[in-house]
């Protein structure tokens, strides 16, 4: 669990370990000179990283530890000794990694799960930041999915930590499909904020962060123009392979995109171009009864990886949906006699229904009939099937 802060030479003062420091029989240091009093018999039980060690060195009394602080090391030394720990946002990014290069895996979950439920949109990249460096922290998976969801919020954070993100990382949230944005304004203005934060140094991943840019024509047009006219593309003197059109327009955009692909520098040659919106590869639909002193309400959330970490909230009500269906972007959820509400899960809102535009049959053993639009859908069970009109037949 987590506790507050002990330091690692009172747990010999008291209870179990009391007097058996006279006992330890090696020293641990650290890169500052601090050094710590260990019983190796009890560092081999729950460290890989020291069983392995003293097996192939028994008679080295002190074994340094590099690029681990004093601080740190006693945290997890006072984890070693009692099971506590105390976790804080400022320290866990710091034991993670201590726990990682000493082979701590139970250390290193317990660390995973304090930060999942501290994630916030102030400190998701700066500990993706330090996360991405080490394969074996499975947080890294967390802190991307949380970046991806709620990217809009992070870039109107003022300490969100984009604009010291990694080239490599940004690009990686960049060109995601799963990117939450409702438009590519956002994007654009990341890699213009990220690039103006450094311009002498950044300009050179100019070409390639455009090319995670997926925009359409219809809605594109005047971005377009914009970012052709803005000085980190306009004058930038990696384009070298192309001039700008004197014309600025979504064509001259979609063209310059796509022919980087054959110009830009091989670093950056495996960069993908899209032009398809950015729909999550997985999205789910959770809906969740609550009881409480006021009525029972349901709760529906859009969530994109199934788990409650990453749940957005989209629509509450004082009945329980019995059953929905989600044609499109929208969800129909009915009871036993109407349909009570339609939601649009893009833009996040109740859409006001015609009469004409829902209908619904009586509930019966073969199930139920709706009516949307000009399309009929029967359901029975967890079987939906359409109504092929011109064809007369399900």
Request: net charge negative; charged share 25%.
């Amino acid at each position: 669990m987590t506790v507050p802060a002990k330091s690692f030479a009172k747990i010999f003062n008291s209870g179990s370990w009391e007097g058996q420091q006279k006992f330890t029989d090696s020293t641990l240091q650290t890169d500052d000179g601090t050094t710590f009093r260990i019983h190796r018999v009890v560092l081999t039980q729950r460290s890989e990283y020291f069983r392995a060690f003293f097996d192939s060195n028994l008679n080295q009394e002190t074994i340094v530890i590099p690029k681990i602080s004093s601080k740190i090391l006693e945290s997890v030394l006072v984890y070693i000794y009692t099971g506590t720990i105390a976790l804080d946002e400022k320290n866990v990014g710091d034991i993670m990694v201590a726990s990682d290069y000493l082979l701590m895996d139970d250390l290193m979950k317990r660390c995973r799960s304090f930060a999942i439920q501290s994630m916030t949109s102030s400190n998701c990249l700066p500990s993706l930041s330090i996360a991405w460096q080490f394969e074996r922290l499975s947080v890294t998976k967390d802190y991307y999915k949380y970046a991806v969801v709620h990217f809009t919020d992070i870039l109107e954070t003022s300490n969100g930590g984009l604009k010291e993100l990694p080239f490599e990382i940004l690009q990686r949230l960049l060109e995601s499909k799963s990117l939450n944005v409702i438009s590519e304004r956002p994007v654009w203005e990341a890699i213009m904020s990220w690039t103006e934060a450094n311009s002498s140094i950044r300009l050179p991943h100019v070409p390639a962060l455009l090319t995670c840019l997926k925009l359409d024509e219809e809605v594109d047009e005047n971005l377009a123009a914009e970012i052709l006219s803005h000085t980190i593309v306009s004058r930038n003197p990696h384009f070298f392979c192309f001039m700008l059109s004197n014309q600025l327009s979504f064509h001259t955009l979609r063209n310059t995109i796509l022919s980087l692909h054959e110009c830009l520098d091989p670093v950056f040659q495996n960069s993908l171009s899209s032009y398809d919106p950015r729909i999550p590869n997985r999205l789910h639909l959770i809906a969740r009864l609550t009881e409480s002193s006021e009525p029972w309400r349901s709760e529906l959330f859009l969530s994109y990886d199934n788990e409650l970490d990453y749940w957005r909230h989209i629509h509450e009500a004082y009945n329980f949906f019995k059953t929905m269906i989600v044609v499109g972007q929208r969800i129909y959820t009915y009871d036993e006699y109407d349909v009570d509400y339609i939601i649009d899960i893009v833009e996040e809102t109740i859409i006001i229904r015609r009469e004409d535009e829902v209908h619904m049959t009586m509930p019966s053993v073969k199930g139920w009939t709706i009516t949307l639009g000009e399309k009929a859908y029967h359901i029975v069970g967890s079987d939906v099937f359409s109504y092929e009109f011109e064809r007369n037949r399900w």
